[in-house]
């Protein structure tokens, strides 16, 4: 089995487009006959981004997908600059059991990201990133509690 494809549900397909393609370097994919308005990404060889603008409620607090990254400092710092980092869901920023980082950001739409880096980046890892207020080093641990 082989996912194929996220589609995300966004209130500005542009805003969202500039996200996705300044942030993250997406290729799009050209798509036509859509009956919606639309935007598909190429992650990979097998694996797709969409994007539609359509009227459905807000995002999940804590839903999200995952996308591992070359070039984690950077988008750290940069996502840091922007304000975008949420420790809300799922806590500040830590390190996973087999090494790699971890991060979460909302696009514009208010979609939930968790970014993580490659584990053997490990060492690689901008030291900036461990003295900054949202770094927390340990696991988030759920007790229930939540603040919708």
């Known amino acids: 089995m082989l996912l194929h494809h996220i589609t995300l549900i966004v209130t500005n397909l542009t805003e969202a487009e500039d996200f996705y393609t300044t942030h993250f370097k997406l290729e799009r994919i050209n798509v036509s006959g859509l009956d919606y308005p639309g935007a598909f990404f190429r992650?990979?060889?097998?694996?797709?981004?969409?994007?539609?603008?359509?009227?459905?409620?807000a995002p999940s607090f804590r839903g999200h997908f995952c996308l591992r990254v070359k070039n984690f400092s950077e988008l750290f710092l940069r996502f840091q600059e922007l304000g975008i980092l949420d420790t809300g869901p799922w806590g500040k920023l830590?390190?996973?059991?087999?090494?790699?980082?971890?991060?979460?950001?909302?696009?514009?739409?208010?979609?939930?990201?968790?970014?993580?880096?490659?584990?053997?980046?490990?060492?690689?890892?901008?030291?900036?990133?461990?003295?900054?207020?949202?770094?927390?080093?340990?696991?988030?641990?759920?007790?229930?509690?939540?603040?919708?």
Do not use: C
């Open 94 to 148: 830590r390190e996973l059991p087999n090494g790699s980082i971890q991060m979460y950001v909302r696009d514009p739409a208010g979609n939930l990201i968790e970014i993580t880096s490659e584990p053997e980046d490990r060492s690689e890892i901008d030291p900036v990133v461990f003295e900054a207020q949202e770094w927390g080093g340990q696991p988030y641990r759920f007790t229930g509690g939540a603040s919708f």
């Open 43 to 57: 992650l990979n060889d097998q694996q797709e981004l969409h994007l539609a603008e359509l009227p459905d409620k």
